[in-house]
Nanobody
Framework: QVQLVESGGGSVQAGGSLRLSCKAS???????LAWFRQAPGKEREGVAV????????VYADSVKGRFTLSQDNDKQTSYLQMNSLKPEDTAVYYC???????????????????????WGQGTQVTVS
């Protein structure tokens, strides 16, 4: 497993932008790095995923065209750029990683939370 630390959450008005960061304690040859979010009373849902090797990204329909997931060249830090934020984007945002055997499952179902074996502590995003 890998240690993940998120930062960058906060409060913003609708239409504004925020950038979340996720620092991983190490890198792996095969992995998926993802962002999930959980609003009060709702299930944790996948928002965006980046797949190692290909660098391909997968986005939830609700954020396509507004959110962009990227990585530093060292692959240890990922960034979730969130634009055109809406009140319904309000949630605690979690960084997650699927490494080792979990990576194979995440490749098949990248937005499923059960595919991931490492989680950050979460960062609050509030859009009003």
């Amino acid at each position: 497993q890998v240690q993940l630390v998120e930062s960058g959450g906060g409060s913003v008005q609708a239409g504004g932008s925020l950038r979340l960061s996720c620092k991983a304690s190490r890198t792996y040859n095969t992995y998926c790095l993802a962002w999930f979010r959980q609003a009060p009373g709702k299930e944790r849902e996948g928002v965006a995923v980046i797949v190692s090797g290909t660098g391909n990204t997968v986005y939830a329909d609700s954020v396509k065209g507004r959110f962009t997931l990227s990585q530093d060249n060292d692959k240890q830090t990922s960034y979730l750029q969130m634009n055109s934020l809406k009140p319904e984007d309000t949630a605690v945002y979690y960084c997650a990683a699927a490494t080792g055997m979990a990576a194979a499952q995440a490749y098949r179902d990248p937005l499923k939370k059960d595919s991931y074996n490492s989680w950050g502590q979460g960062t609050q995003v509030t859009v009003s």
